[in-house]
């Protein structure tokens, strides 16, 4: 059993910058493909981005292509999700995701074994 904590999420401005971050507690955080997921109020949750394990390939949606970078520190357990020149689009409750897979897979779909409680993101306008 894998559990996932998000942190880092808030109320910005549009245009403005945060960064989301999800710690594993497992040791072996390697060999886990690791996502990120939003849900807004009365929509389904969507895939935002996705990582391999060795943070070699990675895919986004298009609509936070350009403005969002995912990164994971295997040293740490943990992945990021950085978020720039946000807009009010953006509001969710964030969620991290975790599934073992073969090296070099980035999985887009909710297809993961571990969810996080999420995180709320906020960008007012």
């Known amino acids: 059993q894998v559990q996932l904590v998000e942190s880092g999420g808030g109320l910005v401005q549009a245009g403005g910058s945060l960064r989301l971050s999800c710690a594993a507690s497992?040791?072996?955080?390697?060999?886990?493909?690791m996502g990120w997921f939003r849900q807004a109020p009365g929509k389904e949750r969507e895939f935002v981005a996705g990582?391999?394990?060795?943070?070699?390939?990675?895919n986004y949606a298009d609509s936070v292509k350009g403005r969002f970078t995912i990164s994971r520190d295997n040293a740490k357990n943990t992945e990021y999700l950085e978020m720039d020149s946000l807009k009010p689009e953006d509001t969710a409750v964030y969620y991290c995701?975790?599934?073992?897979?073969?090296?070099?897979?980035?999985?887009?779909?909710?297809?993961?074994?571990?969810w996080g409680q999420g995180t709320q993101v906020t960008v007012s306008s």
């Open positions: 990582i391999s394990r060795s943070g070699g390939r990675t």
């Open positions: 995701a975790a599934r073992n897979v073969p090296v070099g897979i980035v999985i887009t779909t909710p297809n993961y074994t571990y």
């Open positions: 497992t040791r072996t955080f390697s060999i886990y493909a």
